[in-house]
């Protein structure tokens, strides 16, 4: 079956570096969303990827999906401590019913 | 806040136990989604109901069912649990047909604890 995979599982930084996540597909999808956990909490929607080789841009996020469809990132630039949480991947295969999630990528920010 | 509530928002059972956690959708949305989040892991998709019909189905056996009802919301039943099934229940409804009909919007979950 389809997985989806997400590098890195965990980062630590600074305030006022930047961080990227990436995700990997086994098979193309008809689009990627990405979606925010804070501690506690739950996953919240950030944004739908379509197109081949989009970029979107939410403040200092930065989101691309990859030209053949099966990868993706999400780029922080300057975070913040606001930006505390995990970040999940979640493709849809075309014609699937099933939103696959990613096992995320942890995100702690140092003040 | 997405406007989706889950209930009750824990539970303790014991192996072999039965359970169902219920869930109200956004309003105007008219399909739900379930996930089983075990910790430090995304969402898994267990089914998804649309129309009170299942929609789609995820590697979950049989003994994980649900009820989709005239007004939207779901049910998600658990037979025969197991230590493995301990874990967050979401819920989540999206519009299809609109839109954004791929957005799922979350509730905040039924933490399942099975002794």
């Known amino acids: 079956g389809q997985q989806v995979m997400q590098i890195p599982q965990y980062q630590h930084v600074q305030e006022g570096e930047d961080f990227t996540t990436y995700c990997n597909s086994s098979t193309t999808l008809s689009n990627i969303q990405w979606y925010k956990q804070r501690p506690g909490g739950h996953p919240v929607f950030l944004i739908q990827?379509?197109?081949?080789?989009e970029v979107k841009k939410q403040k200092r996020l930065t989101f691309q999906f990859g030209e053949a469809k099966k990868n993706s990132s999400l780029h922080i630039t300057a975070t913040q401590t606001t930006d505390v949480g995990t970040y999940f991947c979640a493709g849809r295969e075309t014609g699937r019913r099933a939103l696959t999630f990613g096992s995320g990528t942890r995100l702690q920010v140092q003040p | 806040e997405t406007g989706v509530t889950q209930s009750p928002t824990h539970l303790i059972k014991t192996r072999g136990q039965q359970v169902t956690l219920r869930c109200s959708s956004q309003?105007?949305?008219?399909?739900v989604s379930w996930y089983q989040q075990a910790l430090g892991q995304g969402p898994q998709f267990i089914f998804q109901?649309?129309?009170?019909?299942?929609?789609g189905r995820g590697n979950f056996p049989p003994r994980f069912s649900g009820l989709q009802f005239p007004n939207y919301s779901s049910e998600l039943n658990v037979n025969a649990l197991e230590l493995d099934d301990s874990a967050l229940y979401l819920c989540?409804?999206?519009?299809?047909?609109?839109?954004?009909?791929?957005?799922?919007?979350f509730g905040p979950g039924t933490r399942l604890t099975v002794l």
């Open positions: 990827l379509v197109k081949s080789g």
């Open positions: 309003s105007g949305h008219n399909t």
């Open positions: 989540a409804s999206s519009l299809v047909g609109g839109p954004s009909s791929d957005t799922q919007y």
């Open positions: 109901y649309y129309r009170e019909e299942e929609n």
